[in-house]
Each structure stands twice: as structure tokens, then as C-alpha cells.
């Protein structure tokens, strides 16, 4: 007799593919990506948690590759089971045997050809600045800490200039290949001491959002405004634009299909 895990699966079930929704701390990952070998990654944490539910081994794919330390309100991930487990069953499931730092937030059947990367039509990250005299250490984790005023209005006009089709070399560490990228949305959101950046995309290139963050942080001080924006992402050199900002103040809150 097969010998199943707390779900099973069942040779003669058809292939249903399901989509998770994922949150998760990513201070102590090395990345979404799994690297055997080099520590924790949350593909991989996801990855074991389903083998002991459904007794099988799965590789699941997210949505988006999130760096070392970047945090995740709505990462999405899609894998394939011939589980007989409903996906409401598969999430409670993922409750139980998720590490702490992660959590399924929903679960749900799709469509057998659908894949969570390809699908996606666009990605929305949040870059966090709590803008302050003193220091928050209970929240120094999830955003950066700026000393003083911005300007946001400024950080707006600013914002403006990079929205729609460039080629955003200077606003990457990517090797090489196509640097062209179409920025759909830059908002800029204040609430108390926290400063929220929003950048919505189909895709971005890496530590992209990163360095468009410590770009429009440097507008709301004063260093830089829309006319220097143009001509960086005109000249297209990385060294000339300002470095990133850390992996802690930025979050993937959702991926839209």
C-alpha cells in the first residue's frame, strides 16, 4: 500500500495545479529562491512544507524572486498535486507547517496551464521610510530610517519623470540584457512618520525599485529633481545614479493577473 503524507496523492487524481498567496519576514532568508546549500530560501521552506502534506515532492514557482531581506505581503507561488485536498484544506494545512517568519494567506485551484511568473500582468512593491528625529527600533526592520522633513511634493514631480517606457540601466545592478521596462504607477503615500512609496510594474529589473527608492528619497531632501532624473536615465550609467536603499524598507504587497 502507498504510504501517503497528512494529504496524499493519488496516482489516478488528475494534475491540478493550485495558487498560493504568501507573506512572509524576509529578514532571516536569503531570498525567495531556493539555493541548496547556502541557508534558508522561502521557495525552499514552502517547498518542504507541502512534501510533508501531500507526501510528494513539489517545486513551486513564485511570482517574482524577491532579494536577500525583502519582505513579502502577497507573493504569489503556484505549484502542481494530484492532492485530493481542496485548497482551503491545503492552506490550513500550510498553517500548521510553515515556520513562523511565513504564512499562506489564501490557496486556490486555477487553471492547469497557468503559471505564477508568466501570468502575472503586474507586481506592486511598497519602499517604507519612517521619517524621524530619533530612531524606531521597533521598526527598524521593515522600513528606512530618514532624519528630518521631505519634501513630497517634490518626491511626486520627481516620481513623474521615471513613470512610463525607459531603459532604466542607471536604475540597475542587472549583469546585462535588456534594460528597458515599462513603469506603470509611482505613489507616494505619508501616514504619521512613515513615508510609503508604491512602484507598480509588470516587472522590474534587479534591485530596480531599490534604487528608484534612495532616487526619490534624495528629491525629497533636495539633492536631485526631475530635470537630473532625465538626463540619468538618458546617460543610462549606473555609476552616475545614486546607490540602493536597504532590502528591509521594501515589500512585494501583490501580484495582479
Known sequence: MTRFGMGGHDAAMPRRNFLLTLAYEGADFLGWQRLPGKGRSVQ??????????????????????????????????????RT?????????????????????????????????????????????????????????GRSFHVRGKLDLEAMRR????????????????????ETSRSLTEVRIESSGDFVDMYFLAPGFLTNQVRIMAA???????????????????????????????????LCLMEVRY
Open 44 to 81: 525552499g521552506e514552502v517547498e518542504a512544507a507541502l512534501a510533508r502534506i501531500l507526501g510528494e515532492s513539489v517545486e513551486i514557482t513564485g511570482a517574482g524572486r524577491t532579494d536577500a531581506g525583502v519582505h513579502a505581503e502577497g507573493q504569489a507561488a503556484s505549484f502542481h498535486s
Open 158 to 177: 520627481t516620481a513623474a519623470v521615471m513613470v512610463g517606457e525607459h531603459d532604466f540601466r542607471a536604475f540597475s545592478n542587472s549583469g546585462g540584457g
Open 215 to 249: 532616487v526619490l528619497l534624495e528629491a525629497g531632501q533636495g539633492k536631485l529633481g526631475p530635470e537630473e532624473v532625465s538626463r540619468l536615465l538618458a546617460a543610462r550609467v549606473r555609476s552616475q545614479a545614486p546607490g540602493m536603499l536597504g532590502a528591509f524598507g
Open 84 to 140: 485530493p485536498l481542496s485548497p482551503g484544506a491545503l492552506c490550513e494545512l500550510l498553517a500548521k507547517e510553515l515556520p513562523a517568519d511565513i504564512a499562506c494567506r489564501s490557496c486556490r485551484e486555477v487553471d492547469p496551464r497557468f503559471h505564477a511568473r508568466f501570468r502575472a500582468k503586474a507586481k506592486v512593491y511598497r519602499y517604507r521610510l519612517h521619517v524621524a528625529w530619533e530612531p524606531d527600533p521597533s521598526v527598524r
